[in-house]
């Protein structure tokens, strides 16, 4: 069965970072896109990031762009987020998912994972 496990998630002080994962298991990656959503407790889930995981190309929204970076190992079947300068209004669950094509509309996805907790705060 196809499944998405996100990792990495932690508690971390503004202007830190972090690196989140994403493992893949019951399918290979091939040629699939791989999104990261985020979802902060009263507030509707939103794309942050997305790649290709035949080509690499990436898509990423305004208000990450520059701080966070998508990439993939197809070897181990792992998307990673790197995530910079993190900001408090960062904090939220992080989700990965796959779709067919390049998108942030989380409408495009299915297979989520459970989710890592990303909190920004000092």
């Known amino acids: 069965q196809a499944q998405l496990v996100e990792s990495g998630g932690d508690l971390v002080q503004p202007g830190g970072s972090l690196r989140l994962s994403c493992v893949a298991s019951?399918?290979?990656?091939?040629?699939?896109?791989i999104g990261w959503f985020r979802q902060a407790p009263g507030k509707e889930r939103e794309g942050v990031a997305c790649?290709?995981?035949?080509?690499?190309?990436?898509a990423y929204s305004d208000s990450v762009k520059g701080r966070f970076f998508i990439s993939r190992d197809n070897a181990k079947s792992t998307v990673y987020l790197q995530m910079n300068s993190l900001k408090p209004e960062d904090t939220g669950l992080y989700y990965c998912?796959?779709?067919?094509?390049?998108?942030?509309?989380?409408?495009?996805?299915?297979?989520w994972g459970q989710g890592t907790q990303v909190t920004v705060s000092s």
């Open positions: 019951g399918f290979s990656l091939g040629y699939f896109t």
């Open positions: 790649i290709r995981t035949g080509g690499g190309a990436t």
């Open positions: 998912a796959v779709a067919h094509r390049l998108s942030l509309d989380s409408a495009e996805y299915t297979n």
